[in-house]
């Protein structure tokens, strides 16, 4: 059964502290993103890959960080650099990256900061 | 600035009754806009995908429409069902050189009561 698969799916993190949320697709998918989505807003891409070993910022990367190592696996670490963290966190995916390919999103890790 | 406006912000509507939702979008060049529908604490499932040459697209009970002219789209859901309760996201493409231009709505949550 395909598809994206996030963890965790409720995390709290102490301020000071950086986390790390797990993204894994079985998809084979070339291309996989990170967006955070706030009431009210609309979703905003964190980072994104379209290929192994490289990545992209998006329009609010400040006090984000990602790798992408394998084609399968795209982890964000929110760092402490991040003021404000609270969110819900989505990770998603394509074949590629054209304006064409539609997103396969995760069901979402959702951060509070205590 | 490319913007998408999604309204209502939110709706109840009773069981079997059919509902509209409105986007409306300032995004150039326009590559395609996509429907999705979230539901809580979920991430969000493609609905519809439309291009500059298509003004209407279906799946099963939801139906899409287009008016490039206008820079309108319309999500129209018939004989709403329970599990019809969710937020529902209007997502324009701009260009198609990188998804990283998708340009989301704020979402419409929607509430179907029996």
């Known amino acids: 059964d395909g598809g994206i698969t996030q963890s965790p799916k409720y995390l709290f993190r102490k301020e000071g502290q950086n986390v790390t949320l797990s993204c894994e697709q079985n998809?084979?998918?070339?291309?996989m993103y990170w967006y955070r989505q706030d009431p009210g807003q609309g979703l905003r891409l964190i980072y994104y890959?379209?290929?192994?070993?490289?990545?992209q910022k998006g329009d609010i990367a400040e006090g984000y960080s990602v790798s992408r190592e394998k084609k399968e696996s795209f982890p964000l670490t929110v760092t402490s650099a991040q003021k404000n963290p609270t969110a819900f966190y989505l990770c998603?995916?394509?074949?590629?990256?054209?304006?064409?390919?539609?997103?396969?999103f995760g069901a979402g890790s959702r951060l509070t900061v205590l | 600035k490319n913007q998408v406006e999604q309204s209502p912000q939110s709706l109840i509507i009773l069981e079997g009754k059919n509902c509209t939702l409105q986007?409306?979008?300032?995004?150039?060049?326009?590559?395609?806009l996509r429907w999705y529908k979230q539901d809580t604490g979920r991430g969000p499932v493609s609905l519809t995908i439309?291009?500059?040459?298509?003004n209407t697209k279906s799946n099963g009970r939801y139906t899409a429409t287009l008016d490039a002219d206008t820079k309108q789209s319309s999500l129209h859901i018939t004989a709403s069902q329970l599990s019809d309760s969710a937020s529902y996201i209007c997502?324009?493409?701009?260009?198609?050189?990188?998804?990283?231009?998708?340009?989301f709505g704020q979402g419409t949550t929607l509430q179907v009561k029996p």
């Open positions: 997502v324009v493409s701009a260009g198609s050189s990188n998804t990283g231009k998708l340009i």
């Open positions: 998809l084979n998918h070339d291309a």
């Open positions: 986007c409306n979008y300032t995004v150039s060049p326009f590559s395609n």
């Open positions: 890959s379209q290929i192994v070993n490289d990545f």
């Open positions: 439309m291009t500059f040459s298509e």
């Open positions: 998603a995916s394509s074949m590629g990256t054209s304006g064409a390919n539609v997103l396969t």
